[in-house]
């Protein structure tokens, strides 16, 4: 699966980035929520599945010490040129290059969205190991009534309900602080909105 994603996503890098890689192709509503949950943080911050670093980028012109992980080499290549003074590192979301509780936040939107339900769990247990007690998880994500699989532009996806994510993300070692839906558009490739923020506890 993590060999599949990389692939994917490295094979259409150029593309992705033209589409996605910069913060104004963010709706709004997100990047403030972003921004009121970590852009105030005094401590370190995760962006976990970074692609080509627009998050990152803007929590460093923010003040926040931020750094990116992702496993494509060619998006990552990417952020590097865009902010050279940032961190980007390669790594798998389930083997992040922090140590344990040394983290005050992290951000997971829409990176989350390629891992199957049996994969999960393990993602989040390994978010929830690199945030202090009390640290902030953004996470985004496609919204949907049942858990299942769908045909992503990039490779295969999932949508979750909000309620299920949440459950898992309280399995996991977190508690839901706010949430936010958005519903599809009229346009048939955007699809319905998640985003929930949750402390680890």
């Known amino acids: 699966m993590v060999d599949e994603v990389r692939r994917a996503y490295g094979a259409l890098a150029g ?88 983290l005050d936040g992290a951000v997971a939107w829409y990176s989350l969205i390629h891992l199957p339900p049996n994969a999960l769990a393990p993602a989040l247990a390994e978010l929830r190991r690199v945030l202090r007690l009390g640290g902030t998880l953004v996470v985004g994500f496609f919204d949907g009534p049942v858990v299942g699989p769908f045909d992503h532009k990039v490779t295969e996806a999932w949508s979750w309900p909000a309620d299920e994510l949440a459950d898992r993300l309280a399995a996991a070692g977190f508690a839901e602080t706010e949430r936010r839906q958005r519903a599809e558009e009229a346009d048939p490739f955007v699809r319905a909105h998640g985003a929930l923020v949750a402390t680890a506890v």
């Open 15 to 102: 593309r992705y980035v033209g589409l996605f890689g910069r913060t104004s192709a963010m709706h709004p509503d997100d990047l403030a929520l972003i921004d009121r949950h970590l852009g105030g943080c005094s401590g370190s911050v995760l962006d976990a599945g970074c692609g080509p670093g627009h998050v990152t980028a803007h929590l460093r012109r923010r003040g926040v010490d931020a750094t990116g992980v992702d496993l494509t080499p060619e998006l990552l290549d990417h952020a590097r040129a865009a902010d050279p003074q940032g961190r980007y590192v390669r790594a798998s979301i389930d083997r992040l290059p922090a140590a344990d509780g040394s």
